[in-house]
């Protein structure tokens, strides 16, 4: 078994790119932005998120007492850069994620220079953050986002 | 890029091993055992299941109105033998699936065997079948099953 192979198949499957938002007052464009990638399982395949994280070498798995699962997630942004693009570069996913993955790379090489701190990248990373698939439940609609950065 | 251990990780998030059963009069046991190995997507990730399906070089790839989705299926128990168990032993899963394949296999070698025509066989291949994790929405409760074979 070659890891490496192993570990996009199974992100293909199971793995999530998102980029979230919250509100602080306190940055200038008043949001913050959250790019993540993550994997969930029941309590019974908590090994599977163990290995992964291994043969990652950073992120963490920890329990989810919402929905009952164990969830490996990589939140650091030069760890994303560092670790996980790198890997899905080399070893390309191939189901729609592929389209997912491509729009977060380009998320996180824009946060990774500090763009998101400027109000017109910001607009452009929430635009494309909303364009993905795996973007799940999200605490804000676009336009209120857009919205508070127009002021 | 190695496909197998692409194959096998992304089957441990996405594929099922399934024994799923039909009443058939016809029949001495007067059931029909028919184990199969699937895996679906959305019709954006169609081409996966088609290099998935050319990489076992078995199965058909088929479109499932029902819920919308493409579908991956091995249902030849001589294929399922000679192409999907080897595979899986060679490049074994990671999570709590390799339980059902366990089981599956198991299965798999009883009705390419036929045992499975005989009613103590077939009890227990569907108590086993009940046991899995991945079986989905059953057509029969399994009381029923047994109550036909003590008849």
Same mark, same amino acid.
């Given at each position: 078994m070659e890891i490496e192979s192993y570990v996009t #198949?199974?992100?293909?499957?199971? !793995?999530?790119?998102?980029v979230s938002f919250s509100k602080r007052a306190? =940055?200038?464009? #008043?949001i913050e932005v959250r790019p993540s990638f993550s994997i969930s399982q029941n309590r019974k395949s908590k090994a599977v998120l163990e290995e992964i994280q291994k043969y990652? !070498?950073? #992120?963490?798995?920890?329990?989810?007492? !919402?929905?009952?699962?164990?969830?490996?997630?990589?939140?650091?942004?030069?760890? =994303?850069?560092?670790?996980? =693009?790198?890997?899905?570069?080399?070893?390309? =996913?191939?189901t729609v994620k592929k389209q997912d993955f491509i729009i977060f790379k380009e998320i996180v090489s824009l946060v990774s220079e500090n763009k998101h701190r400027s109000s017109n990248y910001l607009k452009d990373i929430i635009e494309k953050s909303y364009s993905m698939n795996g973007s799940g439940k999200r605490k804000y609609k676009k336009e209120e986002l857009l919205k508070l950065l127009a002021r």
């Open positions: #198949g199974f992100a293909d499957g199971e !793995g999530c790119f998102t306190k =940055l200038k464009t #008043g990652f !070498g950073c #992120g963490f798995v920890r329990f989810s007492r !919402g929905d009952q699962t164990y969830k490996y997630e990589v939140r650091s942004v030069s760890e =994303l850069k560092q670790k996980i =693009l790198p890997h899905f570069e080399k070893y390309p =996913l191939k």
